[in-house]
Antibody, heavy 114, light 106 residues
Framework: QVQLVESGGGVVQPGGSLRLSCAAS????????MHWVRQAPGKGLEWVAF????????YYADSVKGRFTISRDNSKNTLYLQMNSLRAEDTAVYYC???????WGQGTLVTVSS | DIQMTQSPSTLSASVGDRVTITCRAS??????LAWYQQKPGKAPKLLIY???SLESGVPSRFSGSGSGTEFTLTISSLQPDDFATYYC????????FGQGTKVEIK
């Protein structure tokens, strides 16, 4: 059974940094591309970033390009999202999700506030 | 980038009603369309994938149809547990979501 568990969320000041992690189990992690999706309070779903199964290509939403970096460690079955220069509008629940079969984690809350 | 336009944004209905939600893609996405249900404080739950395939464990009152640029989600007889927000998602080229449809009690 696919399991995705996000961690690393919390409260951070504007301009600060945070790294999210997503621990994967129940499938061959190194064979699948992975996504990050976020949802601001009371708002809809917004795709954030995607990384191919081997890390060879990465894609970002315009809203985070140049500030966020997606990466993965296939030896640890873990996906990451490094978030720098955080803004109030980055406040959201961040979900990791598996490509193709569309499995999602339960999310981790990031709050950017002074 | 592929844009997804979902309608209506809000829908008021009663238990037992037949409900239809529409999603339109800005360009053809073949059948790479999914539908999710989301309740407050919870992660989205996959209902339909590849436009019309029912996810395991999802009640058969949910169905999806369409291909290319026009898609629909139908709930044949609305149940109390179905009052929630629904999102469409294209996964033909990266991912894009519709704006969501909140199904409310009439």
């Amino acid at each position: 059974q696919v399991q995705l568990v996000e961690s690393g969320g919390g409260v951070v000041q504007p301009g600060g940094s945070l790294r999210l992690s997503c621990a994967a189990s129940g499938f061959t992690f190194s064979s699948y591309g992975m996504h990050w999706v976020r949802q601001a309070p009371g708002k809809g779903l917004e795709w954030v970033a995607f990384i191919r199964y081997d890390g060879s290509n990465k894609y970002y939403a315009d809203s985070v390009k140049g500030r966020f970096t997606i990466s993965r460690d296939n030896s640890k079955n873990t996906l990451y999202l490094q978030m720098n220069s955080l803004r109030a509008e980055d406040t959201a629940v961040y979900y990791c999700a598996k490509d193709i079969t569309l499995s999602w984690g339960q999310g981790t809350l990031v709050t950017v506030s002074s | 980038d592929i844009q997804m336009t979902q309608s209506p944004s809000t829908l008021s209905a009663s238990v037992g009603d037949r409900v239809t939600i529409t999603c339109r893609a800005s360009q053809s996405i073949s059948s790479w369309l999914a539908w999710y249900q989301q309740k407050p404080g919870k992660a989205p739950k996959l209902l339909i994938y590849k436009a019309s395939s029912l996810e395991s464990g999802v009640p058969s009152r949910f169905s999806g149809s369409g291909s290319g640029t026009e898609f629909t989600l139908t709930i044949s007889s609305l149940q109390p547990d179905d009052f929630a927000t629904y999102y469409c998602q294209q996964y033909n080229s990266l991912w894009t979501f519709g704006q969501g449809t909140k199904v409310e009690i009439k």
